[in-house]
């Protein structure tokens, strides 16, 4: 589990008798093969300019046709967010910028191909969904001079390999209570989108940019505060501190007697603070109307259901499954981490195997996350076979721990690894029969010791551990030497 | 019925004009507000005529669900496509400093 | 000599398409001076591609249905490595790197690209009048205007200087300046003919069609370039009806409408209006059942047309930011930049039309203005489609008038909008329409009758069309000879 993820405690923040209000819109790049438009490739970290065409340079002429895998891919998050898909038509959004060819924005507006539903978070709680809409994305510019600032810049570079890379823009009903909830919301919604297959749920690439709507109001009030959109958050790290600050910026701005203005504020990172993106320029007229160069698009029921029929089970059903399966709260972070990693599986394919599956959560939880990408060397059978070497008692847990370790590191099976580290299996009565023979060699000890000198356990320990060569579980040798004494 | 807007004012056409990213000069302003005023005043017996009921027709066909498979297709000659640019740095369009963030 | 001739004899072997070619350029080369109806002739490549064709038929192959016949193309569509401008600064010098899907369809049928004709900056305007590189002029009487916008392509064909052109019409820029040219022009029902490759005015209107000295050249060229294009999702589906499938068959039995509100309507000048209604007896005597009709909402046309199309121009028009082609005038930010490209780029009326369209779009206005006039458009359908329930085609004016003099209009926007009062409504419905020449004015210049159909109606179009022009009056020859117009280069009117 990485730092980055909401299980970790939320930062505190005293907001006191105010209460936050977070809307959130999500921009997910869509996992296509070509963009959104043309056919150009849909890829990150290409050579700039490589991946362009009349079409997606906006130039004279040219002209959008639509991809029917992005279509699909926005049904499929529409469909794993409980939305409608609906009868859509695209629109542009007219303003002039420079990572945008057309200096018009193809987008959905008043007629999104997917509305209405919501997303559970792990806790439970519903958050709405207002609305899932398709567009294009714009072209990557990057500031020449002035440390890179946008403002400080000597000049600007534009690379329009990712212009017209297909986008879904999930818009979230002001439902979100606090920064924490707000990390909830997206880690789960990350979980969902890489679900369907529709994302790679990259944020460090882009493939995932969430811009923040926060409002404070004072605790109780049934009436929506100003708010303010926050935008450049690259981490859900940046996402929980950008809403925290500007919670507490809110805050101190309405109890000092002054007003929230309605605007977009920039985050940034490395001062951590937002900052108001106002220019001289007036107020944005985007001036949408419908998009002339293309037709309505309304999915054929067929379609729709044959998409929702595909859907693949979603983290909420998978946490279930795994919660059911171990008897760990459904909630709890161990279960979540193993979906989040995938490794659900193992759990199901252990309790069916009659191994202990809330083992199996903890140990995919601890040491299986903790090994990284080294995941995929383990088996769900081999993990499986360990999980029943440790409790039958063949492997004390030490040893399977250290099993665990080698598998992953380098794969191969558990009996395989555990003999090549000399942990030969001792079953109990092997041990048993070890405890027999120091006990008959030691005539005078056991008695002292049966007749109540308890500190002679350690003595016969000691004894049976040399005679193992140091494999036995002590804690089963203390145990038997115990039901020695009772019975003698 | 859709109320008729007020006659385009110097002001309103200065409005447009920055949205439009025209720099124009006062005697521009000047004959646009006049002009665009006759035609907009042309075209009010448009704005008054009484549509309640009738559809917008964004698109004289019938058409919908337009759809191509998702194939890459070869992109552009980066060299032919940046030969045609004002200006260009590293591979990539040169532009002058950006003051604001995108919307 | 007609394209149809051209072609059956370089299919046949018996002219060479060099030959042919040649003739034009010659053509090209005595007037050019004085009528300026192309940006840029491209006479190599046109022998190249001639030469071409000419090898194809010495090697047993079919060149194609336009084998070696010379065709101008509105500078406007896209070709590949050759410049094109929209007649404006602001793309001067740009090169496309693609053809238009119409360009591509013209080389696979044999046809021999001649050069890039003149046009009113993006195709806004009716007299071509609006062309950063100077207007160009009606061959018939050089003080007068072509019509436009695609002023020179109607020129071109008017002169002689190719049997075919490709023209652009999104209010009434083919038929406008055919009838004021005195040759045949077209706009496909929308959809028809892909606009994959034409530099966008306003989209939803936009259609590229033919112009030709006869009917069945016309039909001809619009047989070849119809069709469906996967690279515009507005391209019809289906099979496209053929334009010269029923020509020459007659009109009998067939009912012809004549649009009351344009024909008899106020501003329609009275030889129009005269030559309309002899079409309309000639029909009639040829068999058809010809009454008036009212089509009511297309008075609306006009309004509902200078808000819908600046609209989408502002939009389409917003790319050409000097960033990524075409002219940059530099600027200390990139708002500056922006503004000064723009004001140095762009004409007087592109300035004009992106001002309306962004006003008309803008915060508070929509709902008066652009989606005011979008529903206009379907009372217009309405109306034709009610009219079409008992007509075959419909028949109207043109023009309001027979060409105007250059510079007449150039200061009042409005009047100059009004020429296109008969065209328009066809864009907003989407349907098709030819205007025919039939006989002259009052003043000797060209006069054209308009043929109206419903939506994929060519073939009717067509047919009724042919019917027309075989009756029309001897119409005026064009006096741009190559002798004359040399003579006329000097001055205005000859
Ligand atoms: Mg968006
Ligand atoms: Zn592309």
Redesign the pocket.
Known sequence: MTTDAPHAPAPFSPTGEWETVIGLEVHCELRTAT?LF???RNAFGDEPNTN??P??LGLPGSLPVLNRMAVEYAMRIGLALHCRVEPSIFHRKNYFYPDMPKDYQVSQYDRPINVDGWLALPTGRRIGIERAHMEEDTGKTTHVGGGGRIHDAGYSLVDYNRA?VPLVEIVSRPDLRSAAEARYYVDELRGILVATGASDGKMEEGSLRVDANVSVRPMGSTEFGTRTEIKNMNSMRSLGRAIDYEVTRQISVLTSGGRVVQETRHWNEADGSTRSMRSKEEAFDYRYFPEPDLVPLAPPPEWVSAVAAALPALPADRRARVAAASGLPVDSDAVATVVHLDLDGFVTAAAAAGADAALAVRRLANEVAASGDSAHRLSADGFTQLLLMESQGSLTTAQAREVLRHLLATGGSPSAVAASLGFEALAADALGSAVDEVIAAHPDEWGRFVAGEDKLQGFFIGQVKAATGGKADLKVVSSLLRARRSGA | MIAMPARISRADVAHVARLARLELTDDELERFTEQLGAVLEHAGDVAALDTAGVAPTAHPLPLGNVLREDNVVA?LDRDEVLAQAPAVEAHRFKVPPILGEAP | MTALTVAADVRAGRRKAAEAVESHLAVIGALEPAIHAFNQVMADSARADAAAVDAAVAAGQDPGPLAGVAVALKDNLCTRGVATTCSSRILDSWRPPYDATVVTRLRQAGAVIVGKTNLDEFAMGSSTENSAFGPTRNPHRLDRVPGGSSGGSAAAVAAGMAPLALGSDTGGSIRQPAALCGVVGMKPTYGMVSRYGLVAFASSLDQIGPFAATVADAALLFDVIAGHDPMDSTSLPDTAPSASARLGEGVEGLRVGVITELTHAEGIAADVVARVGEAADALAAAGAKVEEVSVPAAVYGLSAYYLIAPAEASSNLARYDGVRYGLRVPGADITEMYNRTRAAGFGAEVKRRIMLGTYALSAGYYDAYYGQAQRVRTLIIRDFDAAYSSFDVLLSATTPTTAFEIGAKTSDPLAMYLSDLCTIPSNLAGHPAITVPFGAGADGMPIGVQVLAPALGETVMFQVAAAVEAAAPPGPIASATPDRGRAGAGGAGI
């Open positions: 963009k043309c056919g150009c362009v065409c079409v997606c017209g | 992109s």
